[in-house]
């Protein structure tokens, strides 16, 4: 095995211009087994001492590609945490958004802590021949000409993101451990239906739960906190699947998301810094949401495959795109769910001859969508029949049918209504007397929606003394409420 120390000098001798990450990268793609169990960091840290040590930087002259002389020459030193670069340019950087794509900044890693551009001339001669001169005489004659250039010398100096660089960097390892710990599933036995429909699509459509905000009864008509929350969530993913079970159901469609989350910040702010009344800590809120989510999903599961489409809402943009990513390395063992947690905020389900989009409802312009749907799917346009759009944000059931012509289909937007209390501000504002409630649709793949129906919470009070509620465990052992109707 070599030493590490060595491979790194090595490294940094032949690549004095690259930064030290990208260094410390190469050394571990290199020599995995060198610089196994080693954060990259760490490794990071390690090249910038020899670098400091041994006096190991660059001064590299840089001209840009492609016969665009605008950057002339350029420096890059780098010590520990921080680096200085400059470059000389011909036209003048005049916001941090140009001297970000000037020095190609990648902001993850670095911010930008000074900076500035100052200007100055150059003196340049030009070889001028007289070609009047050379037709009268046969001689080329040659002047000098002065000129002026004007020139800008960019200057930045950087701090290294090392909080950001770690968090990436312990959250990849935090997945893959997850993944390669994840509880391994046995894969459902589905017993045939002797349902007399054709095989359908149920989509489970729980909006806006709001899982850790807290409304005082007092203040605002009803309680509301986690305890709350979770009992709602679970009576609804029961009673929709019980209300599918005539019909011949072969698959799950369960977009998440949506708010699922009050809060997105370790402030208990909304994704925009809207701040809010929630019921406990942020660690404990996660915790707690992640646990009732694999517990709705386990739900669903024994009634159907289950695919999970993540849409992010105004409240929990990050911590939805967070809960995915962990739900997804949970069931990367269970043949049963699949999770679609790509970046885009939009997403599409096609069934069949129908197509639904999902999105919060918070961003698009609700007239827009029709087209905006027809545009993003043209590869599946010439198929479907039937599409909509379902959206959350405003708590309550709305419809509307949009038609652009005469010769083309409709498009229909739902607006879902949500399982949330009334908090104080909605209170304020006259916002009330709209039902808790989860809907559930039945897709057929020929004819589009042919059933809706929902789970309203009338009275938590009432659930609490009419449903007998007893512990039963996950698979991966976290506690979830068993709810037996006793009217059944």
């Not at 369960?254 to 699922?260: E, K, S």
Request: aromatic letters at 10%; glycine letters at 4%; charged letters at 30%.
């Amino acid at each position: 095995m070599l030493n590490p120390r060595d491979i790194l000098y090595d490294l940094l001798q032949k690549n004095v211009h690259l930064a030290s990450t990208e260094i410390a990268r190469i050394a571990m793609a290199e020599h995995p087994q060198e610089f196994s169990n080693t954060h990259l960091e760490a490794v990071r840290k390690r090249v910038s001492k020899l670098r400091k040590k041994h006096k190991l930087y660059s001064v590299t002259p840089n001209s840009s590609s492609g016969g665009d002389q605008s950057q002339f020459v350029g420096s890059i030193k780098e010590f520990g945490n921080s680096r200085e670069e400059s470059k000389i340019v011909s036209e003048r950087v005049q916001s941090l958004e140009q001297l970000v794509a000037l020095f190609k900044v990648d902001p993850k890693e670095w911010i930008i802590t000074k900076w500035e551009c100052t200007a100055y001339e150059s003196h340049t001669r030009l070889r001028k021949y007289d070609e009047d001169f050379k037709v009268k005489t046969g001689y080329a004659r040659k002047d000098d000409e002065h000129k002026v250039v004007p020139l800008y010398r960019c200057w930045a100096h950087m701090e290294r993101n090392t909080p950001a660089i770690l968090i990436e960097d312990v959250k990849a390892e935090v997945l893959a451990e997850m993944k390669t710990h994840a509880p391994v599933y046995q894969p459902m036995v589905y017993a045939k239906s002797d349902a007399l429909t054709r095989p359908s699509l149920l989509e489970i459509s729980l909006y806006d739960l709001h899982f850790g905000k807290m409304c005082w009864g007092e203040e605002v008509g009803q309680d509301f906190d986690i305890k709350i929350a979770k009992q709602r969530f679970l009576k609804c993913v029961k009673e929709l699947i019980d209300h599918s079970k005539p019909y011949n159901v072969e698959r799950i469609v369960f977009p998440i998301g949506n708010d699922f989350f009050n809060v997105d910040t370790l402030e208990n702010t909304t994704a925009k810094g809207t701040p809010q009344d929630e019921d406990t800590r942020w660690k404990k809120t996660f915790k707690r949401g992640r646990e009732l989510m694999v517990a709705a999903i386990d739900m669903l599961r024994t009634a159907a495959p289950v695919d999970i489409l993540v849409i992010p809402g105004n409240h929990d943009k990050q911590r939805s795109f967070y809960l995915g990513e962990v739900l997804d390395a949970h069931y990367t063992n269970c043949p049963d769910v699949t999770v679609d947690n790509t970046a885009r905020a939009r997403k599409y389900y096609k069934y069949g001859h129908s197509l639904i989009g999902y999105t919060h409802g918070s961003e698009e312009p609700v007239n827009n969508l029709p087209m905006v749907m027809a545009s993003e799917m043209k590869p599946v346009w010439d198929v479907i029949k039937y599409a909509e759009w379902h959206l959350g944000d405003i708590h309550h059931k709305k419809d509307i049918k949009w038609l652009s012509t005469e010769d083309m289909m409709g498009i229909a937007i739902r607006f879902m209504r949500s399982l949330t209390s009334t908090d104080e501000w909605h209170d304020s504002k006259a916002y009330v007397g709209n039902p808790h409630a989860g809907e559930a649709f039945i897709w057929d793949k020929n004819y589009g929606m042919v059933c809706q129906f929902g789970a309203i919470i009338e009275d938590d009070r009432e659930l609490a003394r009419s449903e007998s509620l007893s512990g039963a465990k996950t698979t991966d052992g976290s506690m979830w409420l068993k709810i037996q109707h006793h009217n059944d």
